[in-house]
């Protein structure tokens, strides 16, 4: 079983920047290879993906709408994975969520229905 911290999250005006952060923990996480991800979700809408990184790191995803702004990252030997975020806007508040899915694929993931484990979440509330 895996365990999905993340942080980071809070307020931020427009334009600004925040760095995301999820720890994973779990005997399973550590003596496989997982794939990861970062989802979102504003009040009354569907949970969409962000970005996501294949387990080596050698393959990421974007979202169209994020392209360019946000950028995903993970360390292994740590167990951590990294969501910065640049240039927000205020249509990038939401509810953040990490993801993770056992799989040695070379591509990065992108459905939701592709990730077993979820993080509790962390708020980002970008500010006009």
């Known amino acids: 079983q895996v365990q999905l911290v993340e942080s980071g999250g809070g307020l931020v005006q427009a334009g600004g920047s925040l760095r995301l952060s999820c720890a994973a923990s779990?005997?399973?996480?550590?003596?496989?290879?997982?794939?990861m991800g970062w989802f979102r979700q504003a009040p009354g809408k569907e949970r969409e993906f962000v970005a996501a990184i294949s387990w080596s790191g050698g393959s990421t995803s974007y979202a169209d709408s994020v392209k360019g702004r946000f950028t995903i990252s993970r360390d292994n030997d740590k167990n951590m994975v990294y969501l910065q975020m640049n240039s927000l806007k205020p249509e990038d508040t939401a509810v953040y969520y990490c993801?993770?899915?056992?799989?040695?694929?070379?591509?990065?993931?992108?459905?939701?229905?592709?990730?077993?484990?979820w993080g509790q979440g962390t708020q980002v509330t970008v500010s006009s």
């Open positions: 779990g005997r399973t996480f550590s003596n496989y290879a997982y794939a």
């Open positions: 993801a993770a899915e056992r799989t040695y694929a070379t591509m990065a993931l992108s459905k939701r229905v592709d990730f077993g484990s």
